[in-house]
């Protein structure tokens, strides 16, 4: 177990390190030995309490990006430049390392202008648009890698940042506290991961272990917020989407996290053999539907439209070598907006549902009182008014 230690930052550098380069395995690693393959990565849930009513949007992910953002910049920058590309210390800040990651060559012959960041946050359920005041709130938040790992306490001093400054548009901005921060583990066993007295990390697990492969010939993805895979900067509805298309989007991110986050440059799968055998699965996309939802940018000053697919997706065939990069998605998101939860989902196959519905994990809230609003985990169903669009 990797283990995030004290008050420092979480993690020791030998501990972390080693998880993402030793226990990595070569892209000809046999099936039987994924097991053997530990990453760090750590899901927290943050609980907080708010003094007056907080309204939400709809679908709450955009908002707690961006106060999240803005009070990790303030916490973090050195400088005060309006834009981080031109500053000497771009490569180095923690804020652009984590809320907008730098981009740099990869092993894929692919540039990028935009990689993945390390995190994603997961916020309340879509629909709750009022909580009252004194009634805790709880979302969730994903860190991808060591560097990330190690940067904990900045990222709950943000959070804790931006709930004094409040949530919410100007002149109706909600102010609160958070209560508490726990690591929440792949089977919904949680443990205290902050201690809001003392200011400090407190020891907790921070490592993902990459399920074995199983056989397995049938399973379904339940996308429970928007998945928005775009050809081309075109979204893809749910005519055109298909196994093929859902595999190598998904390869394709686990890839850049594993090299830009994880410590592993070579991943541990055949990518070709796995995009041919995405090519043989049968699917059932009867029960997709398109969501569209509107966010507001503070960057662009309007609103914009965003949408995607949500609903179950059937997929047959021979899925076991793609099952645990399947599960691992579930921990990544996928799609345009992953960071904003966007692209969530949960995988119920023939062995067993991989990650527990909320009311098994997630619903003891911290300090007495009533049960936190919070994010639905991985594999949890989001009611969502679908809009005509295929």
């Known amino acids: 177990m990797t283990e995030v230690v004290g008050s420092t930052v979480p993690g020791a550098p030998s501990a972390l390190d080693d998880v993402g380069r030793s226990r990595a395995a070569p892209a000809a690693e046999p099936a039987e030995r994924l097991a053997d393959i530990t990453f760090p990565l750590a899901r927290y849930r943050l609980t907080a309490r708010f003094s007056t009513e907080l309204r939400l949007?709809?679908?709450?992910?955009?908002?707690?990006?961006?106060?999240?953002?803005?009070?990790?910049?303030?916490?973090?920058?050195?400088?005060?430049?309006?834009?981080?590309?031109?500053?000497?210390l771009w490569?180095?800040?923690?804020?652009?390392?984590?809320?907008?990651?730098?981009?740099?060559?990869t092993q894929l012959a692919q540039r990028f202008s935009q990689v993945p960041n390390p995190y994603v946050i997961e916020p309340p359920a879509a629909g709750l648009r009022?909580?009252?005041?004194?009634?805790?709130?709880?979302?969730?938040?994903?860190?991808?890698?060591?560097?990330?790992?190690?940067?904990?306490?900045?990222?709950?001093?943000?959070?804790?940042?931006?709930?004094?400054?409040?949530w919410g548009p100007d002149g109706a901005r909600a102010q609160g506290e958070l209560l508490a921060v726990e690591a929440v583990a792949a089977d919904g066993r949680a443990e205290p991961a902050w201690d809001a007295v003392a200011g400090r990390v407190l020891p907790h697990d921070a490592a993902w272990r990459l399920p074995p492969t199983e056989p397995c010939r049938a399973l379904t993805l339940h996308l429970h917020t928007p998945l928005r895979l775009q050809q081309e900067g075109r979204a893809l509805g749910v005519?055109?989407?298909?196994?093929?298309?859902?595999?190598?989007?998904?390869?394709?991110?686990?890839?850049?996290?594993?090299?830009?986050?994880?410590?592993?440059?070579?991943?541990?799968?055949?990518?070709?053999?796995?995009?041919?055998?995405?090519?043989?699965?049968?699917?059932?996309?009867?029960?997709?539907?398109?969501?569209?939802?509107?966010?507001?940018?503070?960057?662009?000053?309007?609103?914009?439209?965003l949408g995607?697919?949500?609903?179950?997706?059937?997929?047959?065939?021979?899925?076991?070598?793609?099952?645990?990069?399947?599960?691992?998605?579930q921990w990544l998101h996928l799609g345009k907006n992953a960071t904003m939860g966007l692209g969530g989902y949960g995988v119920a196959s023939e062995i067993a549902t991989l990650l527990p519905d909320?009311?098994?994990?997630?619903?003891?809230?911290?300090n007495p009182g009533a049960p936190p609003r919070e994010a639905p985990a991985p594999g949890a169903s989001t009611p969502l008014q679908s809009s005509s669009r295929p």
Do not use: K, N
Not at 66 to 86: E, I, Q
Not at 91 to 105: D, L, M, V
């Open 57 to 88: 949007p709809d679908y709450a992910g955009s908002l707690l990006r961006g106060v999240f953002g803005a009070s990790l910049r303030r916490s973090a920058c050195m400088t005060g430049l309006p834009d981080c590309r031109p500053c000497s």
């Open 308 to 329: 995607g697919v949500v609903g179950p997706w059937r997929l047959e065939g021979d899925l076991g070598p793609l099952l645990p990069w399947l599960q691992l998605g």
């Open 239 to 305: 005519r055109e989407l298909s196994p093929r298309v859902l595999v190598a989007h998904l390869l394709r991110r686990v890839r850049l996290v594993l090299e830009l986050h994880l410590g592993v440059p070579a991943p541990p799968f055949d990518l070709p053999a796995l995009l041919a055998l995405a090519d043989t699965l049968r699917d059932d996309r009867s029960g997709l539907r398109w969501h569209d939802w509107v966010r507001y940018s503070s960057r662009q000053q309007q609103e914009m439209t």
């Open 130 to 166: 009022r909580v009252p005041a004194g009634e805790p709130l709880a979302w969730h938040l994903l860190l991808f890698g060591a560097d990330a790992l190690r940067q904990l306490p900045l990222v709950v001093h943000a959070w804790q940042r931006s709930l004094r400054h409040g």
């Open 91 to 105: 490569r180095t800040c923690p804020y652009p390392a984590i809320f907008e990651t730098p981009p740099r060559p």
């Open 358 to 366: 909320p009311p098994a994990s997630c619903s003891h809230p911290t």
